[in-house]
């Protein structure tokens, strides 16, 4: 791995200069992005291929870990096996243009934090590199060039790529070496699940939970170095852990 030397211009915040950080690595799902209520896409398809929703979609979401993982196909092949699991057996070609029926509306299900644009457009502006790592498969990658956010990072790990789930050590190795940063000069911001904060303190990172009030929030603080409320938030935590690590190379 190339390490590069710190950058010569800091990040500043609030008057404050942020010089530790070299790197931050962001969650893509409930941390930039978020789903709303209604996600219509399954119904639909679920209506063009004559499957029974009930039946068909538990057996959809049993194949999430293996699909993010690249072993089943992307959701082309998700959908194509969970029917067959379900007893109703469909063509590739039909399961194809279901999906390409309706992937604007499962697009349309999903919005950027308004926050997002403005941090991650102030942390290129101050020369900070950027990388997303995900747990996603081929459509949550669509969602993300969908929604423009491609063009704000530097490094792009999804995990259906790499053929690892966080928090698999191998996966955030994979973006801080495209980033050419060591793991203690990157930051990791998260919502927490499925431990991401965990196995970004394995590496070396600097972890940062921002805490939506979810369901795996309570165990994902004990992860976290620093807790924030929303994106607003992470700029003055970058910037106070900055000068904790100053203080104490004193």
């Not at 293996?66 to 072993?71: A, K, L, P, Q, S």
């Not at 698999?168 to 940063?181: C, F, R, T, V």
């Not at 972890?207 to 992470?234: F, K, N, Q, Y």
Request: aromatic share 6%; proline share 6%; net charge negative.
């Amino acid at each position: 791995m190339i390490i590069h030397d710190p950058p010569t211009l800091p990040i500043r915040s609030g008057g404050t200069i942020i010089s530790a950080f070299q790197g931050v690595c962001f969650d893509l799902f409930s941390t930039l992005v978020h789903r709303t209520p209604d996600n219509p896409f399954f119904r639909h398809v679920a209506k063009d291929l004559d499957l029974d929703l009930e039946t068909w979609k538990p057996a959809y979401d049993k194949l999430h870990d293996e699909t993010m993982e690249g072993v089943v196909p992307g959701i082309v092949g998700r959908i194509s096996l969970s029917a067959t699991i379900a007893g109703t057996p469909c063509s590739t070609q039909a399961v194809h243009a279901a999906v390409e029926r309706h992937f604007p509306g499962m697009a349309a299900s999903f919005e950027v934090d308004p926050q997002a644009t403005p941090l991650l457009d102030q942390l290129r502006e101050q020369g900070c590199s950027l990388a997303l790592v995900s747990n996603a498969s081929d459509h949550a990658e669509w969602i993300f060039d969908h929604l423009g956010l491609r063009e704000y990072f530097d490094a792009t790990v999804f995990s259906h790529r790499v053929k690892r789930l966080k928090p698999h050590p191998d996966i955030y190795l994979h973006a801080i070496d495209e980033l050419g940063i060591a793991g203690p000069s990157c930051a990791f911001i998260g919502d927490g699940q499925h431990h991401e904060l965990l196995g970004a303190r394995g590496v070396g990172m600097t972890t940062i939970l921002i805490d939506r009030r979810l369901p795996h929030s309570d165990a994902a603080r004990a992860e976290a170095d620093t807790v924030v409320d929303d994106l607003a938030g992470v700029p003055d935590a970058l910037t106070e852990m900055s000068a904790a690590r100053e203080l104490l190379r004193k």
